[in-house]
């Protein structure tokens, strides 16, 4: 019998994971990962008003009921400093640069599918499972059954090797299904709602949990059209390209988007003409190709919940890659991945270093 260590969330995916692998008569046992720890990490926006108890503790313990009831064993391991080390240092410095950044994909490619695979080996693992909407098939990562909750944006970065012995069990149902599945089986967690947002933020004010960790830094708000100041931004880190709410520009009823930042001058760029969001050409470096295709044209999601665009590939000496879309995109957003696709297929990634049109660098984003 092959045994098989489930990394369980306490979340509904992952339950349904371990019932699923358990009814094909894998030998199951579930790992618990504790990534983050409000009291040593100093985030009082962490904690529940009126409780002792971290959402992380509440998440273990809908997970050892889960495990309980399908009597299966649970283990737990923490990665916390490590998940400080190499995804929210990461995290914060990229903000500090300007960037956005998506630690999810580094959990992914630096804790679930790297640290939690040695543990997972140690416990005796012959296969890893994790409740991704993703599917392999002959060696290749595809697009999950469900497209609206597809994560394969996410698992883009992820070394190639390490997918030689993991299964996504739901990758071939839909959410649906799965909670069907969850309700069927009286699992604990069938009702419980999915978590939004970056992993450790949550469903948290973005704003307040980051000044947790950054120094406010207020400025100037210009108009990129008439540089005009129109405003003051409660600093950069707080703004994203394509941003329109929370902006900061009182009383003004015209449509609005942040289009760019200057971080040396700390000059928060927006505009109220939408073609300065447009962009035809990006350059991405840190590239990770998972499959061994190498394609001239395929498709490209520059946000998760973006639409695909048809781009050419321009493979570079020094092994960036220039992307050249053959549409006008918006809200191109440097330190975001740029998730490749040829078919169903997830090809990899790279990340967004620069934007350009009609091949200039735009100012108003360097």
């Known amino acids: 019998m092959k045994k098989v260590i489930v990394g369980v969330s306490g979340g509904v995916d992952s339950a349904v994971c371990l019932y699923l692998l358990k009814k094909e008569n894998y030998d199951v046992e579930g790992l618990f990962m504790r990534n983050w720890d409000s009291y040593i990490n100093n985030d009082a926006e962490g ?22 009831s399908l009597g299966i064993k649970l283990h737990r391991v923490d990665f916390i400093k490590e998940y400080w080390d190499y995804v929210f240092k990461y995290f914060l410095e990229e903000l500090e640069k300007g960037r956005t950044p998506n630690p999810d994909m580094l959990c992914n490619r630096y804790i679930k599918f790297d640290l939690f695979i040695e543990e997972a080996l140690k416990l005796g693992a012959d296969y890893i499972a994790t409740g991704h909407y993703a599917r392999i098939e002959n060696g290749k990562l595809l697009r999950a059954k469900d497209l609206n909750k597809d ?32 309700l069927e089986q009286n ?52 703004y994203t390209i ?31 003409n939408e073609t300065y969001l447009e962009t ?43 992307v050249k879309f053959l549409e006008l995109v918006k809200a191109v957003t440097p330190g975001q991945a740029c998730v490749l696709y040829l078919g169903e297929e997830c090809l990899g990634c790279g990340f967004i270093k620069t934007v350009k049109k009609n091949n200039e660098e735009l100012w108003y984003m360097k």
Request: proline letters at 3%.
């Open 47 to 68: 904690m529940e008003l009126g409780t002792n108890i971290c959402p992380q503790e509440e998440d273990y313990n809908d997970a050892l009921e889960v495990c309980k």
């Open 151 to 182: 994560q394969t944006y996410f698992l883009a970065d992820v070394k190639k090797e390490k997918f030689r012995n993991v299964l996504f069990p739901i990758g071939n149902l839909t959410k649906d299904e799965v909670r069907k599945i969850a």
């Open 187 to 238: 699992l604990a967690v069938a009702k419980k709602k999915d978590s939004t947002g970056i992993c450790f933020i949550g469903e948290r004010n973005y704003q307040k949990f980051v000044q947790n960790y950054l120094k406010i830094n207020p400025g100037k708000i210009i108009d990129v059209e008439t540089r005009e100041v129109i405003g003051e931004h409660q600093g950069l880190m707080n």
């Open 242 to 272: 394509g941003q329109r709410r929370n902006v900061g520009i009182g009383g003004n009823s015209k449509k609005h988007f942040v289009c760019g930042k200057n971080v040396a001058e700390n000059i928060l760029y927006v505009t109220f």
């Open 280 to 322: 035809d050409e990006c350059l991405i470096d840190n590239v990770n190709f998972i499959s061994g295709e190498r394609p001239t044209f395929c498709t490209a999601k520059f946000r998760y919940r973006g639409s695909d665009y048809p781009v050419e590939l321009i493979y570079n000496s020094d092994e960036t890659i220039t």
